[in-house]
């Protein structure tokens, strides 16, 4: 997954008249082969973590689905991330790419499936809205 240029960029917010200081979250999917959730569980937080605190990223949970392990595989893992503001969350995407795809494909065999997702708290009133461009 190779980074791109945003379509907001560090600083945006204040120009687009809204607040930077909403917490974003960040959540990682890996539906992980069979026999593979405690590696990949371990490789995470022993090599993924330090390099993604480096990176301004909080981890916040981990969560198992189901809630057991199941033998043939078929177990989901979920990484919940947050960082502070939109600025470090747009700082941590363009550091280090080099790293990031050597750790995704460090990993790969580990992992059937995986996704991530990009979130902000809806229920707050200030947030952030992509600069009009024309």
Request: glycine share 6%.
């Amino acid at each position: 997954m190779a980074d791109s240029t945003p379509d907001i960029i560090p600083g945006a917010a204040e120009e687009a008249g809204s607040s930077n200081r909403a917490k974003i979250h960040l959540l990682d999917q890996a539906e992980i082969h069979d026999g593979m959730v405690e590696a990949y569980r371990a490789a995470c937080i022993d090599q993924y973590l330090p390099e993604a605190s480096v990176r301004g990223m909080t981890l916040e949970a981990v969560w198992l689905s189901p809630p057991l392990i199941l033998r043939g595989g078929g177990n989901t893992l979920y990484f919940l991330w947050s960082f502070p503001d939109l600025d470090s969350f747009w700082r941590a995407r363009f550091l280090d790419a080099e790293a990031k795809r050597e750790w995704w494909a460090a990993t790969a065999h580990m992992v059937r499936s995986r996704s991530r997702a990009f979130l902000s708290d809806f229920m707050r009133a200030d947030h952030v809205h992509a600069p009009v461009t024309d």
